[in-house]
């Protein structure tokens, strides 16, 4: 979905999004839906809203992969790749991390949509905030089933450190 950025009108654009996506990253599993609002304010394009996407992903604990929606709010202000060169290096402040750069008069925008899905998804995602996860020893799936393991036994490498311990 690419966007002329010399014909968004003066009071912006309104756009419902219904959209079948495929990210590197995640596997996304239903359409992509939102609302975006996309204004020009002079060389400047402004765009709002929000987007959700069902995806699969892979829990971090029991290495299962469940269903989850992903609610993304999209904030993005995007200034002409030339102001940057003009400026040379530039450091980007903590204030402008909601910023990118636009080439020319047209802009993708299911890439800004793929990169928020992206930069919203959980980094430790959980099928669910119980997930008791696998046995490291014998890795069963402690969800499932109890292992015997006794997880308080120190590795043979580490009672040194014990010892130390003990010392203090």
């Known amino acids: 979905m690419k966007i002329t950025i010399s014909e968004i009108p003066d ?21 992509v839906k939102g609302n975006l609002s996309v204004k020009k304010v002079g ?29 993304a709010p999209v904030n993005v202000i995007y200034h002409p790749v030339e102001e940057l060169k003009a400026e040379g290096k530039y450091e980007i402040r903590e204030d402008e991390l909601d ?5 020319g008069d047209e802009f993708d925008l299911l890439e800004l949509i793929k990169e928020q899905i992206i930069l919203n998804i959980p980094m430790k995602p ?16 402690l ?3 109890k292992c015997s393991c006794n997880l308080n036994e120190v590795d043979s490498r580490l009672e040194i450190l014990k010892e130390l311990l003990r010392r203090e």
Request: proline letters at 4%; glycine letters at 8%.
């Open 11 to 31: 009071e912006g654009l309104d756009l419902s999004l219904d959209e079948t996506l495929e990210a590197d990253v995640v596997r996304l599993i239903a359409p």
């Open 43 to 71: 060389p400047e394009v402004v765009i709002q809203g929000d987007i959700t996407a069902g995806a699969e992903l892979e829990c971090s604990r029991c290495l299962k992969t469940y269903t989850a929606e992903i609610n």
């Open 99 to 103: 910023m990118g750069f636009y080439a």
């Open 126 to 141: 959980l099928c669910s905030e119980t997930c008791k996860g696998i046995c490291p020893r014998c890795g069963t799936d």
């Open 143 to 145: 969800n499932m089933n």
